[in-house]
């Protein structure tokens, strides 16, 4: 089985500076690890974990005078009533630990166990409890360094259904061979696929003589490509006129906005456009027409092009990839790597989750507690309104990691002005009316502010929650206090300065602002049952007598705004439905009749367990609808399921062809199974409703998702994205093929698996070798390589070709000095493999055994 992950042992630290003289516990060294043990405990959806203390200093924990606090992002109790420690849960994934009344303290040498029921299903590194610190009674703060996370012993008992195997070296090796087979494969030369391509005799040479020329209404792809071309040879191309060696842009009637004619010969370039962004794109398939290696340098002499004609245009007119960077922070620097790459790949909507239950991150100039406070992370002792509390790991200081962090006016537009040279539309979304814990507790902190001044008027005017509101409800992360108040008039006055503020921003910056997304997903039901803002609004509208009515009167109220202010609503699949009663009693979503001709937005990602088809239902009920299927195209889903292997899969695994096989207008055909890859009964895809013609021009485009939960860094994020990102880029770019509307099975397979090798060796040859470098080069994850034993022989394979794969004999891991795998080699226990990019990287290992 897969060895413990975490490479050392970790101990209590206390920090220098939050100490005033020596103390005992100066010299406490308690290790933590976590060993999960069994899924469907007791019968039920759940599991068990246990985990260890152990005493690795020279004194004592003591048995009381503290607590141990860490963040679970599974609802935990204690297996056996009897323990010697009480677990007790704050909010959202918070918890902390205090000794019980049998605990006795921990001697140096002496370890304690306590074994957690989590209630739902283990599978990976990600579920791992994190961010252990201890807070003792006098207040001083001792944090504890990552846990040792250990692999479970018995696979089968960590199984969620029958059968559920982890992904192992040999099956790697199958899914590898039946993707690549024999089949020479040439790579695509322009990516993502263009609409028509052809190659002509001969080349054109970019070199330090070439001139540059362009159409005035081009003046800033000028530029772009000037600079491109600057970062490539170190040389400012000359703006002149001539008939060789010459770059030229033309403005032509008759393209579409986003569409292009790109011609190559040995005496130019001549890109056509009609508008700036078809010429933009036109630049961008010039540089993917590039080969890989000269961006390895600045400085090279002559960079050689082949001849070609190009016509292309997207198929979507949406192309988007949604940043979460509520619940761990990205810097500004790492925003603008991504809008590059966006902009090489065609992508021209960033759709930026600004805040959530976990942070804020824009600063408003009218509300600055939104950043002092909904932008950091920290413990907080009672009472006090200095920052959230921590959650996802983030430890109890603020300001130390992605816990904290928030982008200033001058960040936010300088965003917004880079990608707007590079065509892209920023979406922001103030996520409304739940996760939206950050905004309820800075307004809180506001009020608790202006009370102390005298100031009780303007402390009332912007709160977000009535204190005194009794309801009782918990959202899918485990907060109790997250969703906004809808009744209370004070909510839609706060709503209202911030959406001018943030228009205020865009108008500044120059940059287009066509609509706002105000989220709209996930209120748990309990919400506004018992709010006395709620029973003032009974009483004064008869149109408003039950909580669940609360929802059209919100997002009606948040309509009107945007309208008043030409903007359009965007949000999440449940602003365009609402709940009724179905033939059993039950509560269920249907599209709300009362939006459907609103030009309303929707991002769909739902596509499970009963909502297979609600993207089409809503499509062809009026809505606009942007397909962000959390099965196809939610990026920070774990690629196959390995206990090593990071990120969430509650909405199933998701490798790299997931993605590229999906079908825009019949996804059904070829994904006909559940998250967890069982297949859907028939009746199920049988009463599945289907796209009509005008549901087909109501699907607006294709967006990827990357959610924050288990994104600490830049490495973790460009890891989950690349190279699935790849995927969505051709899927929302390229023409549909073929295959997407083939009836013959035979001939749907083959064209199909020639498009999908052709796809997989562009990857590998071309798009990932480019990223090496490109904007500064991009941790994309390398596969790890799939292995098959066969008389005596090992052989080895990868999933995408360019990587070369080394290998050890004696059981330690593989580095780019090892031994390079050329061919099959003699079969020993201890041999461990692993692939290599050609700057030196490597994959996760591979074994016989794993």
């Not at 398939?285 to 890989?292: A, E, N, Q, V, Y």
């Not at 509208?541 to 009167?553: G, K, M, P, R």
Request: glycine content about 6%.
């Amino acid at each position: 089985m897969i060895k413990a992950i975490c490479s050392s042992l970790c101990a209590f630290v206390l920090f220098a500076s939050q100490v005033n003289g020596a103390s005992p516990q100066d010299t406490l060294q308690i290790d933590v690890s976590w060993l999960p043990i069994e899924n469907n405990y007791a019968g039920k959806e759940q599991a068990l974990s246990v985990l260890t203390f152990k005493n690795n200093g020279q004194v004592a924990l003591p048995k009381t005078g503290w607590r141990l606090y860490f963040n679970f992002i599974r609802i935990a109790t204690a297996k056996n009533e009897q323990n010697l420690l009480d677990i007790n849960h704050v909010n959202g994934d918070l918890f902390y630990f205090t000794p019980s009344k049998d605990f006795e303290g921990l001697k140096p040498g002496e370890e304690i166990s306590y074994e957690l029921v989590s209630h739902s299903w283990l599978v990976n590194r990600s579920d791992a409890p994190q961010g252990f610190y201890v807070v003792w009674d006098d207040k001083r703060i001792q944090p504890l360094a990552p846990v040792q996370i250990l692999a479970p012993a018995n696979e089968k008992k960590f199984y969620r259904i029958a059968n559920d195997k982890e992904e192992t070296s040999a099956s790697l090796f199958a899914q590898n061979q039946m993707i690549h087979g024999e089949t020479k494969v040439t790579s695509a030369r322009i990516f993502p696929t263009p609409q028509v391509y052809e190659e002509k005799a001969g080349e054109f040479e970019i070199n330090h003589s070439t001139k540059i020329v362009g159409d005035e209404a081009f003046s800033k792809e000028v530029n772009l490509l000037k600079e491109d071309i600057f970062n490539l040879t170190g040389v400012d191309l000359p703006v002149g006129a001539g008939t060789k060696n010459i770059i030229q842009f033309k403005k032509e009637a008759g393209l579409s906005v986003e569409g292009y004619r790109l011609d190559i010969n040995p005496n130019g370039i001549w890109i056509f456009a009609s508008e700036a962004a078809g010429a933009f794109y036109a630049i961008q398939s010039l540089k993917t027409l590039i080969d890989p290696q000269y961006f390895a340098s600045s400085n090279n002499k002559s960079i050689p092009l082949p001849a070609i004609t190009v016509a292309d245009e997207p198929r979507f007119g949406r192309r988007a990839l949604m940043l979460d960077v509520a619940r761990n922070f990205q810097p500004k620097a790492q925003i603008l790597k991504v809008l590059d790459m966006m902009g090489l790949y065609k992508l021209n909507t960033l759709h930026f989750h600004l805040n959530d239950d976990e942070g804020w991150r824009l600063e408003i100039s009218s509300f600055p507690e939104l950043t002092a406070i909904g932008s950091q992370r920290g413990h907080i002792f009672g009472e006090e309104h200095t920052s959230l509390p921590p959650s996802y790991g983030s430890g109890p200081f603020v300001g130390q990691n992605s816990g904290s962090g928030y982008y200033t006016k001058a960040d936010f537009m300088e965003i917004l002005q880079y990608a707007t040279a590079r065509h892209i539309r920023v979406i922001p979304e103030i996520e409304t009316p739940g996760h939206a814990r950050a905004a309820i507790k800075a307004m809180e902190a506001r009020y608790h502010r202006l009370m102390k001044e005298g100031k009780a008027a303007e402390a009332k005017k912007y709160l977000l929650r009535d204190f005194d509101d009794q309801s009782v409800y918990r959202s899918v992360q485990k907060w109790n206090d997250n969703v906004m108040d809808v009744s209370m008039p004070s909510v839609y006055d706060f709503l209202e300065v911030v959406v001018d503020d943030v228009i205020a921003l865009y108008q500044e910056a120059g940059a287009p602002l066509e609509t706002i997304h105000f989220g709209g997903d996930e209120v748990p039901q309990g919400v506004w049952e018992k709010s006395p803002a709620f029973a003032t609004l009974k009483a004064t509208n008869s149109q408003i007598q039950q909580a669940d009515q609360l929802w059209d009167y919100f997002f009606d109220n948040v309509y009107n705004l945007l309208k008043a202010r030409n903007l359009t609503l965007f949000g999440w699949e449940e602003v365009g439905m609402h709940k009724v009663l179905d033939e059993n009693g039950r509560k269920k979503w249907i599209p709300n009749e009362q939006f459907k001709n609103r030009n309303i937005h929707l991002n769909v990602w739902n596509n499970l367990s009963g909502n297979e088809d609600l993207a089409y239902r809503l499509a062809n009920a009026g809505y606009k609808v942007m397909l962000s299927f959390v099965s196809n195209f939610y990026l920070d889903m774990a690629y196959y399921k390995s206990f090593n292997e990071p990120g969430f899969y509650w909405g199933g695994l998701i490798n790299l062809e997931r993605p590229y096989s999906f079908i825009p207008f019949d996804y059904l055909k070829n994904q006909q199974q559940d998250w967890l890859r069982r297949q859907l009964r028939p009746e199920v895809l049988q009463n599945a409703e289907k796209l009509t013609a005008v549901g087909r021009e109501n699907i607006i485009g294709i967006q990827g998702l990357l959610w924050s939960e288990t994104v600490k860094n830049k490495a973790q994020m460009e890891y989950l994205i690349l190279p699935r990102f790849f995927a969505l880029a051709e899927k929302a770019w390229a023409q549909a093929p073929s295959w997407e509307t083939e009836t013959d099975d035979a001939l749907f397979k083959k064209q199909y698996t020639g498009d999908l090798k052709t796809f997989y060796h562009t990857l590998g040859s071309r798009e990932l070798k480019r990223m090496d470098y490109y904007a500064g080069g991009f941790n994309y994850r390398i596969p790890r390589p799939g292995v098959k034993s066969v008389d005596g022989k090992l052989y080895v394979n990868t999933e995408l070709p360019g990587f070369s794969v080394r290998y050890t004999v004696d059981g330690s891991e593989p580095t780019v000095h090892s031994p390079l795998y050329t061919q099959p080699i003699e079969f020993k226990e201890d041999v461990r493999f692993r692939s290599f990019s050609d700057l030196g990287r490597g994959s996760d290992v591979s074994t016989i055994n794993n």
